[in-house]
């Protein structure tokens, strides 16, 4: 229905920066709102920001001030910038789209899910 894809994880030193992309394509009528969330190796999937349509953010509270997340409309996607990453930010971040898609016969919900980026943060 739609599908995610992200981009721009890698290996980075603590301190430095990334900024990660999601694309979503498929039959898509609407995006309301998309996210992102990480989870680390051993621990559980957590929020990490969500955007809406109209640009209302949300972030998670021990991460607010080094991260900003966007979108760009016009091409379907999200962006995290990520700055001063720390050791603890490790681990594989995922894209999440809610919106309304075009099945064939009557617009319905998705909720989709990206199949993860890894971000590994160095000491």
């Known amino acids: 229905q739609v599908q995610l894809v992200e981009s721009g994880g890698g290996l980075v030193q603590a301190g430095g920066s990334l900024r990660l992309s999601c694309r979503a394509s498929?039959?898509?009528?609407?995006?309301?709102?998309m996210g992102w969330y990480r989870q680390a190796p051993g621990k559980q999937r957590e929020l990490v920001a969500t955007?809406?349509?109209?640009?209302?953010?949300n972030y998670a509270d021990s991460l607010k001030g080094r991260l900003t997340i966007s979108r760009d409309n016009a091409k379907n996607t999200a962006y995290l910038q990520m700055n001063s990453l720390k050791v603890e930010d490790t681990g594989v971040y995922y894209c999440?789209?809610?919106?309304?898609?075009?099945?064939?016969?009557?617009?319905?919900?998705?909720?989709?899910w990206g199949q993860g980026t890894q971000v590994t943060v160095s000491s």
């Open positions: 999440k789209a809610q919106g309304i898609w075009d099945s064939g016969t009557i617009p319905q919900e998705y909720h989709s």
């Open positions: 498929g039959r898509v009528f609407s995006i309301d709102v």
């Open positions: 955007i809406t349509s109209g640009g209302l953010t």
